[in-house]
């Protein structure tokens, strides 16, 4: 069996084990519908929630959301990373402002975050970003400043420019470190989506699943838990695809592990 054949038929094969246990867990142990549901319970809101369409409107809000937050996130993580990385007095200017903000609670300040950008979609975007900044931040500034000194050495001599110097030396020998940071902020980003909707909403699927908490609805927050699963895996899968395909002189298989 190819490497390609495996990648798909292992998880599925584990996903079907994982079904099986859930299946009989409820029946050997007599679990009640309002602890875990069904599997054909969650597959009917599946059903109700995307086949009849009531879903889409919440997962288009969440997937909206969550992109828009993550593009300017990680947009401003790589330039501010850049600029920091390159400039130590810059460094001594904003890294400690910048720590502090990530060293504070982002569901403490939410309520600040909705009375500054309204109940709209603005305030979960700004979330979105504050969250996914810091990974893509970090990751820029080690992979800038763990370029090789003898390449850098290197292009001196030939008295290339610093620009030059940055743009084909230093951002190329950091793109394996920004796209594990592309992959983390990507579970990151839904988590601040999540969070920004449980604060105030009437739109989303972090809505959904606040409403049907409130029914204890446990078939609709398994279906919306499910969607978020989606949603993360495909960003993640797409991330690692580009890199594979974007950062072609580095072959390593870069495996990150996601957690905020």
Known sequence: MSSKSRAIVFPLITAMVLLLAWVMAIRLFDV?????????SVLQALKTGYVDGQYWPHFLFTLQCTVLGYVIGCGLALVLGSLLAESKTFEQFVYPYIIALQSTPKVAIAPLILVWFGFGMASKVVMVALISFFPMFINTIVGIRQTSPAMLDLMRVFSASRLHIFFHVKLPAAAGHIFAGLQISVVLSLIGAVVAEFVSSTK????????????????????????????????????????????FWDRRDNLTVQGE
């Open 32 to 40: 009640p519908d309002y602890l875990i549901p069904t599997p054909q």
């Open 204 to 247: 989303g699927l972090g809505f959904l699943i606040q409403a049907a908490s409130i029914n204890v609805d446990l078939a609709t927050m398994f279906a919306c838990l499910l969607s978020l699963v989606v949603i993360g895996l495909a960003g993640t899968q797409l991330m690692r695809v580009l890199h594979q395909r974007l950062v």
